[in-house]
Protein backbone atom coordinates (compact mmCIF):
# COMPACT_ATOMS: atom_id res chain seq x y z
CA UNK A 1 0.00 0.00 0.00
CA UNK A 2 0.77 3.52 -0.74
CA UNK A 3 -0.49 6.24 2.01
CA UNK A 4 -2.90 3.49 3.08
CA UNK A 5 -4.12 2.92 -0.51
CA UNK A 6 -4.15 -0.26 -1.97
CA UNK A 7 -1.90 -0.18 -5.74
CA UNK A 8 -2.45 -2.98 -8.47
CA UNK A 9 -0.29 -3.40 -11.43
CA UNK A 10 -1.31 -4.80 -14.67
CA UNK A 11 0.95 -6.06 -17.13
CA UNK A 12 -0.10 -6.82 -20.11
CA UNK A 13 3.16 -9.02 -22.53
CA UNK A 14 3.32 -11.35 -25.21
CA UNK A 15 5.75 -13.08 -25.82
CA UNK A 16 8.55 -11.73 -22.77
CA UNK A 17 9.97 -14.89 -21.65
CA UNK A 18 13.13 -13.14 -21.69
CA UNK A 19 12.18 -9.83 -19.75
CA UNK A 20 9.18 -10.41 -17.39
CA UNK A 21 11.19 -12.34 -14.55
CA UNK A 22 13.15 -9.16 -13.98
CA UNK A 23 9.78 -6.82 -13.87
CA UNK A 24 8.20 -8.98 -11.62
CA UNK A 25 11.19 -9.30 -9.32
CA UNK A 26 11.75 -5.64 -9.54
CA UNK A 27 8.71 -4.59 -8.69
CA UNK A 28 8.13 -2.08 -5.52
CA UNK A 29 6.92 -3.69 -2.08
CA UNK A 30 3.89 -1.21 -1.91
CA UNK A 31 2.37 -3.10 -4.83
CA UNK A 32 -0.53 -4.57 -3.17
CA UNK A 33 -1.73 -6.63 -6.72
CA UNK A 34 0.27 -7.47 -10.16
CA UNK A 35 -1.91 -8.76 -12.34
CA UNK A 36 0.12 -9.97 -15.49
CA UNK A 37 -2.13 -10.25 -18.98
CA UNK A 38 -0.50 -13.01 -20.68
CA UNK A 39 -1.71 -12.47 -24.63
CA UNK A 40 -1.64 -16.15 -25.55
CA UNK A 41 2.35 -16.10 -26.08
CA UNK A 42 3.54 -18.34 -28.15
CA UNK A 43 6.79 -18.73 -26.17
CA UNK A 44 7.11 -20.01 -22.40
CA UNK A 45 6.19 -16.80 -21.23
CA UNK A 46 3.29 -17.89 -19.03
CA UNK A 47 5.66 -20.96 -17.72
CA UNK A 48 8.00 -18.32 -16.57
CA UNK A 49 5.47 -16.33 -14.72
CA UNK A 50 4.06 -19.06 -12.95
CA UNK A 51 7.50 -20.56 -11.97
CA UNK A 52 8.20 -16.76 -10.33
CA UNK A 53 4.75 -17.14 -8.90
CA UNK A 54 5.66 -20.78 -7.07
CA UNK A 55 8.75 -19.13 -5.90
CA UNK A 56 7.23 -15.81 -5.03
CA UNK A 57 7.44 -14.84 -0.95
CA UNK A 58 7.25 -11.53 -0.91
CA UNK A 59 4.78 -10.20 1.99
CA UNK A 60 1.97 -8.77 0.61
CA UNK A 61 -1.71 -7.38 1.65
CA UNK A 62 -4.35 -9.63 0.17
CA UNK A 63 -6.89 -7.87 -1.93
CA UNK A 64 -10.45 -9.48 -1.53
CA UNK A 65 -12.30 -9.50 -4.62
CA UNK A 66 -15.70 -7.71 -4.58
CA UNK A 67 -19.13 -9.58 -5.17
CA UNK A 68 -21.99 -7.39 -5.76
CA UNK A 69 -25.62 -8.69 -5.23
CA UNK A 70 -28.69 -7.36 -6.68
CA UNK A 71 -30.07 -4.75 -3.85
CA UNK A 72 -34.06 -5.60 -3.17
CA UNK A 73 -36.13 -2.41 -3.17
CA UNK A 74 -37.94 0.09 -5.50
CA UNK A 75 -34.62 2.48 -5.29
CA UNK A 76 -32.27 -0.44 -5.96
CA UNK A 77 -33.21 -0.75 -9.31
CA UNK A 78 -30.49 1.87 -10.79
CA UNK A 79 -27.78 -0.46 -9.30
CA UNK A 80 -29.18 -3.44 -10.25
CA UNK A 81 -29.09 -2.02 -13.84
CA UNK A 82 -25.62 -0.88 -14.01
CA UNK A 83 -24.66 -4.24 -12.15
CA UNK A 84 -26.30 -6.09 -15.11
CA UNK A 85 -24.62 -3.81 -17.56
CA UNK A 86 -20.87 -4.37 -15.67
CA UNK A 87 -21.52 -8.11 -15.94
CA UNK A 88 -23.05 -8.20 -19.91
CA UNK A 89 -19.57 -5.84 -20.49
CA UNK A 90 -17.73 -8.42 -18.69
CA UNK A 91 -19.13 -11.15 -20.97
CA UNK A 92 -17.41 -9.20 -24.55
CA UNK A 93 -13.76 -9.72 -22.88
CA UNK A 94 -11.33 -11.85 -24.40
CA UNK A 95 -11.39 -15.07 -21.89
CA UNK A 96 -8.98 -15.66 -19.48
CA UNK A 97 -8.14 -18.54 -17.65
CA UNK A 98 -7.14 -17.22 -13.83
CA UNK A 99 -3.73 -18.76 -12.17
CA UNK A 100 -3.66 -17.54 -8.38
CA UNK A 101 -1.56 -18.88 -5.43
CA UNK A 102 -2.17 -17.95 -1.64
CA UNK A 103 1.60 -16.84 -1.25
CA UNK A 104 2.14 -14.56 -4.27
CA UNK A 105 0.54 -11.74 -5.14
CA UNK A 106 1.36 -11.70 -8.45
CA UNK A 107 -1.74 -13.24 -10.70
CA UNK A 108 -1.44 -14.84 -14.08
CA UNK A 109 -4.48 -14.24 -16.40
CA UNK A 110 -3.87 -16.53 -19.70
CA UNK A 111 -6.03 -15.20 -22.89
CA UNK A 112 -7.22 -18.21 -24.47
CA UNK A 113 -6.87 -16.26 -27.69
CA UNK A 114 -4.77 -13.21 -29.01
CA UNK A 115 -6.83 -10.24 -28.59
CA UNK A 116 -3.95 -7.18 -28.38
CA UNK A 117 -2.68 -5.07 -26.02
CA UNK A 118 -6.02 -2.61 -25.38
CA UNK A 119 -7.90 -5.87 -24.94
CA UNK A 120 -5.23 -6.91 -22.39
CA UNK A 121 -5.29 -4.02 -20.40
CA UNK A 122 -9.57 -4.59 -20.41
CA UNK A 123 -8.75 -7.52 -18.64
CA UNK A 124 -6.74 -6.23 -15.96
CA UNK A 125 -8.47 -3.08 -15.67
CA UNK A 126 -11.75 -5.21 -15.13
CA UNK A 127 -10.07 -7.65 -12.54
CA UNK A 128 -8.13 -4.62 -10.77
CA UNK A 129 -11.63 -3.02 -10.17
CA UNK A 130 -13.04 -5.85 -8.98
CA UNK A 131 -10.70 -6.14 -6.23
CA UNK A 132 -11.46 -2.32 -5.24
CA UNK A 133 -7.69 -1.21 -6.16
CA UNK A 134 -7.61 2.69 -5.08
CA UNK A 135 -5.01 2.99 -8.05
CA UNK A 136 -3.84 0.61 -10.78
CA UNK A 137 -1.19 1.29 -12.95
CA UNK A 138 -0.35 -0.08 -15.99
CA UNK A 139 3.86 -1.38 -17.42
CA UNK A 140 4.68 -3.30 -20.65
CA UNK A 141 6.17 -6.79 -19.92
CA UNK A 142 9.20 -5.92 -21.70
CA UNK A 143 11.78 -3.82 -19.17
CA UNK A 144 11.40 -0.83 -20.57
CA UNK A 145 10.06 1.14 -17.58
CA UNK A 146 11.27 1.02 -14.51
CA UNK A 147 9.43 -0.23 -11.66
CA UNK A 148 11.18 2.08 -9.49
CA UNK A 149 9.45 4.94 -10.72
CA UNK A 150 5.93 3.80 -9.78
CA UNK A 151 5.91 5.80 -6.86
CA UNK A 152 6.19 8.78 -7.92
CA UNK A 153 3.40 7.79 -10.78
CA UNK A 154 1.01 6.56 -8.40
CA UNK A 155 1.27 9.31 -6.08
CA UNK A 156 -1.02 11.67 -8.24
CA UNK A 157 -3.69 9.79 -8.38
CA UNK A 158 -3.03 8.46 -4.75
CA UNK A 159 -3.00 11.86 -3.24
CA UNK A 160 -6.14 12.69 -5.39
CA UNK A 161 -4.30 15.18 -7.48
CA UNK A 162 -5.12 13.95 -10.62
CA UNK A 163 -7.46 10.75 -12.12
CA UNK A 164 -4.65 9.83 -14.53
CA UNK A 165 -0.97 10.25 -14.70
CA UNK A 166 0.78 9.21 -17.43
CA UNK A 167 5.07 9.10 -17.42
CA UNK A 168 6.72 11.54 -19.88
CA UNK A 169 10.01 10.93 -21.40
CA UNK A 170 10.21 13.52 -23.55
CA UNK A 171 10.86 15.54 -20.07
CA UNK A 172 14.20 13.59 -19.39
CA UNK A 173 17.02 15.64 -19.75
CA UNK A 174 18.53 12.99 -21.80
CA UNK A 175 15.19 12.09 -24.10
CA UNK A 176 16.48 13.19 -27.34
CA UNK A 177 19.87 10.70 -27.32
CA UNK A 178 18.37 8.05 -25.41
CA UNK A 179 15.08 7.66 -27.50
CA UNK A 180 15.58 6.24 -30.92
CA UNK A 181 15.64 8.84 -33.48
CA UNK A 182 12.90 7.08 -35.87
CA UNK A 183 10.66 6.57 -32.07
CA UNK A 184 11.32 9.97 -31.06
CA UNK A 185 9.94 11.77 -34.21
CA UNK A 186 6.88 8.82 -34.62
CA UNK A 187 5.73 9.60 -30.73
CA UNK A 188 5.92 13.08 -31.37
CA UNK A 189 4.66 13.12 -34.37
CA UNK A 190 1.72 11.09 -32.64
CA UNK A 191 1.06 12.72 -29.65
CA UNK A 192 0.28 15.91 -31.52
CA UNK A 193 -2.23 13.93 -33.62
CA UNK A 194 -2.98 12.85 -30.16
CA UNK A 195 -3.89 16.19 -28.33
CA UNK A 196 -6.11 17.08 -31.15
CA UNK A 197 -7.82 13.69 -31.52
CA UNK A 198 -8.36 13.43 -27.18
CA UNK A 199 -8.70 17.01 -25.99
CA UNK A 200 -5.60 16.58 -23.74
CA UNK A 201 -3.60 19.80 -25.39
CA UNK A 202 -0.89 19.93 -22.91
CA UNK A 203 -0.11 16.19 -22.97
CA UNK A 204 3.33 15.91 -24.33
CA UNK A 205 4.05 11.82 -24.19
CA UNK A 206 0.99 10.21 -25.64
CA UNK A 207 2.31 6.77 -26.59
CA UNK A 208 4.02 5.59 -23.37
CA UNK A 209 2.17 2.50 -21.65
CA UNK A 210 3.55 4.03 -18.10
CA UNK A 211 0.34 5.17 -16.52
CA UNK A 212 -1.78 5.54 -12.83
CA UNK A 213 -5.76 5.33 -13.26
CA UNK A 214 -7.83 5.79 -9.90
CA UNK A 215 -10.71 3.70 -8.98
CA UNK A 216 -13.01 6.33 -9.07
CA UNK A 217 -12.21 6.75 -12.85
CA UNK A 218 -11.61 3.21 -13.53
CA UNK A 219 -15.76 2.86 -12.38
CA UNK A 220 -17.11 5.46 -14.74
CA UNK A 221 -15.24 4.13 -17.89
CA UNK A 222 -16.48 1.76 -20.51
CA UNK A 223 -13.12 -0.51 -20.25
CA UNK A 224 -14.39 -3.15 -21.95
CA UNK A 225 -14.95 -1.08 -25.05
CA UNK A 226 -11.18 -0.05 -25.28
CA UNK A 227 -9.39 -0.22 -28.82
CA UNK A 228 -8.22 -3.35 -28.44
CA UNK A 229 -4.43 -3.12 -30.33
CA UNK A 230 -2.06 -0.75 -30.76
CA UNK A 231 -3.68 2.52 -29.75
CA UNK A 232 -5.86 1.75 -26.86
CA UNK A 233 -4.07 4.21 -24.82
CA UNK A 234 -5.31 6.96 -27.30
CA UNK A 235 -8.49 5.61 -26.87
CA UNK A 236 -8.61 5.63 -23.04
CA UNK A 237 -7.64 9.55 -22.95
CA UNK A 238 -10.62 10.05 -25.50
CA UNK A 239 -12.92 8.24 -22.97
CA UNK A 240 -11.01 9.91 -19.65
CA UNK A 241 -12.09 13.47 -21.53
CA UNK A 242 -15.58 12.97 -22.77
CA UNK A 243 -15.64 12.28 -18.85
CA UNK A 244 -13.98 14.97 -17.93
CA UNK A 245 -11.50 13.58 -15.51
CA UNK A 246 -8.13 15.27 -14.65
CA UNK A 247 -4.93 14.42 -15.96
CA UNK A 248 -1.71 14.91 -15.25
CA UNK A 249 2.40 13.37 -16.52
CA UNK A 250 5.46 12.72 -14.36
CA UNK A 251 8.93 12.60 -15.58
CA UNK A 252 10.28 9.00 -16.51
CA UNK A 253 13.49 7.98 -17.79
CA UNK A 254 13.69 6.62 -21.32
CA UNK A 255 15.13 2.70 -21.40
CA UNK A 256 15.91 1.18 -24.64
CA UNK A 257 18.31 -1.38 -25.32
CA UNK A 258 17.19 -3.81 -22.30
CA UNK A 259 16.59 -6.75 -24.15
CA UNK A 260 13.41 -5.98 -25.32
CA UNK A 261 12.25 -6.80 -29.16
CA UNK A 262 9.88 -4.49 -30.80
CA UNK A 263 6.33 -6.21 -32.25
CA UNK A 264 5.12 -3.36 -34.02
CA UNK A 265 4.49 -3.22 -37.70
CA UNK A 266 4.41 0.33 -38.62
CA UNK A 267 3.42 -0.44 -42.26
CA UNK A 268 -0.05 -2.58 -40.30
CA UNK A 269 -0.47 -0.03 -37.33
CA UNK A 270 -0.02 3.63 -38.93
CA UNK A 271 -3.32 3.41 -41.19
CA UNK A 272 -5.42 2.11 -38.78
CA UNK A 273 -4.18 4.43 -36.08
CA UNK A 274 -5.12 7.31 -38.19
CA UNK A 275 -8.28 5.88 -39.12
CA UNK A 276 -8.62 5.41 -34.98
CA UNK A 277 -7.40 9.02 -34.15
CA UNK A 278 -10.11 10.68 -36.70
CA UNK A 279 -12.83 8.12 -35.22
CA UNK A 280 -11.77 9.61 -31.80
CA UNK A 281 -11.91 13.19 -32.77
CA UNK A 282 -15.32 13.14 -34.35
CA UNK A 283 -17.17 10.88 -31.65
CA UNK A 284 -15.52 13.89 -29.10
CA UNK A 285 -16.81 16.51 -30.70
CA UNK A 286 -20.25 14.38 -30.66
CA UNK A 287 -20.50 13.53 -27.35
CA UNK A 288 -19.03 15.94 -25.53
CA UNK A 289 -19.77 19.30 -27.69
CA UNK A 290 -22.55 18.57 -29.25
CA UNK A 291 -25.09 16.31 -26.48
CA UNK A 292 -23.43 17.08 -23.71
CA UNK A 293 -22.82 21.07 -23.43
CA UNK A 294 -23.82 22.14 -27.49
CA UNK A 295 -20.55 24.36 -27.08
CA UNK A 296 -20.27 27.05 -29.84
CA UNK A 297 -16.64 24.98 -31.02
CA UNK A 298 -18.74 22.06 -32.38
CA UNK A 299 -20.23 24.67 -34.93
CA UNK A 300 -17.19 26.11 -35.29
CA UNK A 301 -15.41 22.92 -36.33
CA UNK A 302 -18.29 21.71 -38.72
CA UNK A 303 -18.39 25.71 -40.30
CA UNK A 304 -14.48 25.03 -40.92
CA UNK A 305 -15.12 21.63 -42.12
CA UNK A 306 -18.13 22.73 -44.47
CA UNK A 307 -16.45 25.67 -46.08
CA UNK A 308 -13.30 23.83 -46.71
CA UNK A 309 -15.79 21.00 -48.60
CA UNK A 310 -17.19 23.95 -50.65
CA UNK A 311 -14.06 25.70 -51.53
CA UNK A 312 -12.53 22.65 -52.92
CA UNK A 313 -14.53 22.27 -56.54
CA UNK A 314 -13.59 26.12 -56.95
CA UNK A 315 -10.28 25.69 -56.78
CA UNK A 316 -9.96 22.53 -58.60
CA UNK A 317 -11.83 24.32 -61.15
CA UNK A 318 -9.81 27.95 -61.19
CA UNK A 319 -6.74 25.87 -61.95
CA UNK A 320 -8.47 23.89 -64.47
CA UNK A 321 -9.46 27.08 -66.40
CA UNK A 322 -6.59 28.88 -65.59
CA UNK A 323 -3.60 26.49 -66.02
CA UNK A 324 -5.03 23.94 -68.34
CA UNK A 325 -7.77 25.52 -70.46
CA UNK A 326 -5.62 29.05 -70.31
CA UNK A 327 -9.00 30.87 -69.82
CA UNK A 328 -9.49 34.25 -68.12
CA UNK A 329 -9.69 34.42 -64.81
CA UNK A 330 -12.90 35.04 -63.15
CA UNK A 331 -12.59 37.67 -60.49
CA UNK A 332 -16.02 36.73 -58.45
CA UNK A 333 -14.81 33.20 -59.07
CA UNK A 334 -11.32 33.69 -57.38
CA UNK A 335 -12.87 36.03 -54.49
CA UNK A 336 -15.45 33.45 -53.48
CA UNK A 337 -13.17 30.64 -53.79
CA UNK A 338 -10.58 32.97 -51.05
CA UNK A 339 -13.68 34.07 -48.93
CA UNK A 340 -14.51 30.47 -48.24
CA UNK A 341 -10.50 29.43 -47.58
CA UNK A 342 -9.84 32.41 -45.15
CA UNK A 343 -13.37 31.44 -43.35
CA UNK A 344 -12.67 28.07 -43.32
CA UNK A 345 -9.20 28.80 -41.31
CA UNK A 346 -10.54 31.12 -39.54
CA UNK A 347 -13.39 28.72 -38.49
CA UNK A 348 -10.51 26.11 -37.52
CA UNK A 349 -8.47 28.63 -35.81
CA UNK A 350 -11.00 29.73 -33.21
CA UNK A 351 -12.54 26.17 -32.69
CA UNK A 352 -9.27 24.81 -31.56
CA UNK A 353 -8.81 27.78 -29.22
CA UNK A 354 -12.33 26.87 -27.86
CA UNK A 355 -10.86 23.60 -27.06
CA UNK A 356 -7.67 24.43 -26.16
CA UNK A 357 -9.38 27.00 -23.09
CA UNK A 358 -12.48 24.23 -22.30
CA UNK A 359 -10.25 21.49 -21.74
CA UNK A 360 -7.22 23.05 -20.25
CA UNK A 361 -8.96 22.52 -16.67
CA UNK A 362 -8.50 18.97 -17.02
CA UNK A 363 -4.51 19.13 -17.13
CA UNK A 364 -3.23 19.29 -13.32
Request: glycine content about 6%.
Amino acid sequence: MLNGKSIAVIVPCFNEEQQITRVLETMPAFVDLVVVVNDASTDATAAVVRQFMEADRAPFTPLARLVRQPGSGVYARAENLALEMERQAEQSLVPTEEVRLPTSRVVLLNHKRNGGRGAALANGYCYARAHRAACTATMDGDGQMDPGELESLCRPVIEARADYCKGNRFKHRSARRAIPRVRYLGNTGLSLLTKIATGYWRISDTQTGFTALSLEALENLDVHLMYPRYGSGNDLLQKLNIANFTITEVPITPHYAVGEQSKLKVSHVAPRLAGLLLRLFLQRLVKKYLVQTFHPLFLLYLFSLLAFLADIPLIIRFFYGYFVIGGPIWIAHLTLASILGIFSFQSLVFAMWFDINDNDRLYV
